[in-house]
C-alpha cells in the first residue's frame, strides 16, 4: 500500500533499532527517506534500496544545532520539500542518581530533548510551505513505570511530551500534527543489555506478556505521518501491549 507515496520523510537515529525498522517500512510505503545518525547507515541504506526506495544518509549529531542546519540544506537540495518529521534518535543510559553526574544529565537532555527544538526549528517552515506536515517525537512508557537508574531519562522522555503538547498548539494554525509515541521496553540493540529480571518485571506490567519488536512500534508510526491522522495532534499514542490504562 503506497500510503506515504510522493511524500518525504525525515527519520533520526536510523542507523538501527526502531528508527531503521520504521525507515524501511515508510520506505515501502512510497516515502522518500532523509536517514539520520552519528551511526553508519549504509546498512539501513541497503535494506531500504532491497525494497525498492530511496533514502539519502545524513551524518547527524542530533543534538547539534549545525547539523540540524545542514541536515536541513541537504534534504532541501536532495528533495525539495519535507513532509514527515520523526525524532526517534534518543539515548538511555542507566545510572542510578547516586552516581549520576551533571554531564550526563546534560548529554541526556541535548540529545533526547534539545533535539526536539532543533529540529523543529529547521524543518517546520518546510512543512508549512506545503500546507501540510507530521511530526512524531519519541517518549517513552517508562515514565509511569518503577524503574531504577533512568531519574534523567524521565525526565527528557516527560519534556517530549510536554514540548510535543505546546508545539501541537502552535501549529494548528498551519494543518500540521505533532504527537509523541511512547513505545515500551523493545527488542532492539540499546536494549540488548537489560537483565532478564528487569525484562520479565516490565513485560508482566503489560496486558500481552511479551517484549515489543521494533514492528511493533512501526505501525502506529506509519499511522501518525499518514493522511488517515489529519485531525489527530497533541496526543501520547502509548505503544505497550497494555501497561498504561489512560483516558
Ligand atoms: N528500545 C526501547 O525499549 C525503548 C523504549 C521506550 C522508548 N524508546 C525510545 O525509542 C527511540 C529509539 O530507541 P531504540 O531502542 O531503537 O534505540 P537504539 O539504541 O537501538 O538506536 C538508537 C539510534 O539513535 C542513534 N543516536 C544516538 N545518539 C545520537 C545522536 N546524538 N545523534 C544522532 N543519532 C543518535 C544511535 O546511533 C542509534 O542508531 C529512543 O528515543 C528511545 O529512547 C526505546
Redesign the pocket.
Known sequence: MQTHKNRVAVV?????????ELAIQLAQRGAALAL????DLSQTCALIEEVGGKAIAIH?????EA?WIAAGELVKNQYGRCDILV??????PNVHFDDLEFKTWRRTF???LD?MFLSAKVFVPMLRANGWGRIVN?????IVTNAVGVSH?MAT?MGVIGFTRGLANDLGKDFITVNTL??????????SH?PDAVRDGIVNLQAFKRM?V?ND?VGPMLFLTSEDAQFVTGQVLAVDGGMMKTC
Do not use: F, W
Not at 182 to 191: M, N, Q, R, V
Open positions: 533520526s537515529g536510523a542507523a538501527k533499532g526502531i528508527g531503521q539520520l545518525d552519528i551511526a547527524c549529531d542530533v543534538s547539534q547539523d525524532n526517534n534518535a534518543g539515548i538511555y541535548e540529545i533526547n533535539s519519541v517518549s517513552s512508557t517508562s531519562y522522555k511512547a513505545p515500551a521496553l523493545t527488542a532492539t540493540p540499546g536494549t537489560i515489543a521494533p512500534m
